[in-house]
């Protein structure tokens, strides 16, 4: 069974712009779960998408924002970026969210704002 | 809100020996689950052991295993007769029950000298 896929795995862009991340779980799965990891806050939980739902948010701020297709497919956007918004975005994807479910995480894609 | 507190920033260990890390939490939740995770150089998250809040009985898988102090609020991990593939980042979680909202604190490099 392939695992989580994240593309791209490699992001530069420039202060201001705005960059949409990807994230393909595991066959089957359907939640998916955002994270970002800074050396400065460490790893920081960004949102959790369920059956094409947000069900669970972190402290960010608007720009941050995502959605779930029906595939489970799930994307994430950040609008007019910082230079602090450089970081590895990392996703996750589990069964589903009731009890316990193991959340598989996939490679990240490390984000270099300029 | 929880919090999740590693206060061990680096670690080393010779290879075939075993190490203990450790991990402190705060909740005021009944129903949670801990894990252990660990990020190698490739920065791939890859799960450790978890542990059910609920169960007494401390987990192992294979050489891991964890020391669960409930009432402490401890959660320590100990990785015996310890391989230079363990060398990693470990980061020690939190999540409520369902949530699927991990809490991760600020992780233990570890180093394996051969």
């Known amino acids: 069974k392939a695992g989580v896929t994240q593309t791209p795995r490699y992001l530069i862009k420039t202060r201001g712009q705005q960059v949409t991340l990807s994230c393909s779980p595991i066959?089957?799965?359907?939640?998916v779960s955002w994270y970002q990891q800074t050396p400065g806050q460490g790893l920081q939980f960004l949102f959790e998408y369920f059956s094409e739902t947000q069900r669970n948010k972190g402290n960010f701020p608007g720009r941050f924002s995502g959605r779930q297709f029906s595939n489970s497919r799930s994307e994430m956007n950040v609008s007019t970026l910082e230079l602090g918004d450089s970081a590895l975005y990392l996703c996750a994807s589990s069964f589903s969210g009731s009890l316990y479910n193991e959340q598989f995480f996939g490679p990240g894609t490390r984000l270099t704002v300029l | 809100a929880q919090t999740v507190t590693q206060s061990q920033p680096e670690m080393s260990v010779q290879e075939a020996e075993t190490v203990t890390l450790s991990c402190t939490y705060d909740t005021s939740e009944s129903d949670y689950y801990l894990f252990w995770y660990k990020q190698p150089p490739s920065r791939q998250m890859i799960l450790v052991i978890r542990q059910e809040a609920y169960k007494q009985q401390n987990a192992t898988e294979n050489r891991f295993s964890v020391n669960f102090q409930k009432a402490a609020k401890s959660f320590s991990l100990k990785i015996s007769d310890s391989q230079l593939g363990d060398a990693a980042m470990y980061f020690c979680a939190y999540d409520q029950t369902g949530a699927n909202n991990l809490f991760f604190g600020t992780g233990t490099r570890l180093t394996v000298i051969p």
């Open positions: 066959s089957g799965h359907r939640s």
